[in-house]
């Protein structure tokens, strides 16, 4: 095996660029994150995803999932849920639109809607299992009705979104200053931990998991997901920023020896 064959290949195409340049990219992006909460919303309400549930011999409820009070016929749990995905579309627009700087094939924008989309239909899939096996408790208003594991995923989807906003948006704002051309960005939270941005992605999905009311399943996207930046991107990355900045990245690395979580990881 070449030493080229043997090199982690990067996970996305980084080639500069701007929307004019990959229109069909970018309308994938744009169409596929709009649907996505809609369709999620649709697994609630239509009693989808209890059919898909019951096609893997799991049992879901769709009577519960509409008990409390809610909003636009599900109770407080599915519509926070679905909240908080029309809130990940949002800063995925955000994100495409004014802080990406890259080209986007339209093979590489299926790939990463796609993920989404599977991603979050499982924590719809997780929510409705939660609902169907706790036991319901009558409450007055929507915020009587959330528990702990509403309010402690909600508080780490803000967190980690917060991170992924605060991480990329200051190495936008560090790139856009001539004075740090050619150079890696290893201010702020980049000089924590060299791949912030990934980090806080890990947290928000495990946070949307956990608002559903599975502790198990937080943990588990939260590993699964680390895993395949671990394994993945990460390595990929790693390569295409030796390529291009040599010993600077080199360098870089033995200053920040953390991936993803100072002290852990």
């Known amino acids: 095996m070449s030493d080229n064959e043997q090199r982690p290949k990067d996970t996305l195409n980084r080639v500069p660029g701007t929307i004019r340049q990959s229109l069909p990219g970018f309308a994938i992006w744009y169409l596929g994150r709009a649907l996505d909460t809609p369709l999620q919303y649709l697994l609630f309400s239509r009693g989808w995803a209890v059919k898909v549930l019951s096609a893997i011999g799991l049992h879901g409820n769709s009577a519960l999932l509409k008990v409390g009070p809610g ?7 599915p519509i926070l849920v679905t909240g908080l995905y029309a809130a990940a579309a949002v800063r995925h627009f955000h994100w495409i639109t004014f802080t990406n700087t890259y080209q986007w094939p339209a093979r590489q924008a299926i790939g ?4 989404n989309v599977i991603f979050d239909s499982i924590i719809t899939l997780s929510t409705v299992r939660a609902i169907t096996s706790s036991n319901s408790v009558e409450a007055k208003s929507f915020i009587e009705a959330l528990g702990w594991k509403q309010w402690a995923g909600v508080g780490l989807f803000i967190a980690g979104m917060l991170m992924e906003i605060l991480a990329e948006e200051s190495r936008k704002h560090f790139k856009a200053n001539p004075s740090n051309k050619g ?5 702020g939270l980049w000089s924590i931990v060299r791949h912030p941005n990934y980090a806080g992605y890990t947290l928000w999905h495990s946070g949307a998991m956990l608002a559903g009311g599975s502790v198990g399943g937080a943990i588990g996207i939260g590993i699964f997901t680390i895993a395949l930046f671990v394994s993945k991107s990460i390595p ?3 390569e295409h920023m030796s390529h291009r900045y040599g010993e600077q990245w080199t360098a870089y690395e033995k200053r920040v020896p953390y991936k993803l979580f100072p002290g852990i990881l």
């Open 183 to 187: 150079k890696i960005d290893d201010t």
């Open 71 to 77: 909003a636009w016929g599900l109770g407080p749990v």
């Open 112 to 115: 990463i809607v796609m993920s």
């Open 236 to 238: 990929g990355l790693s």
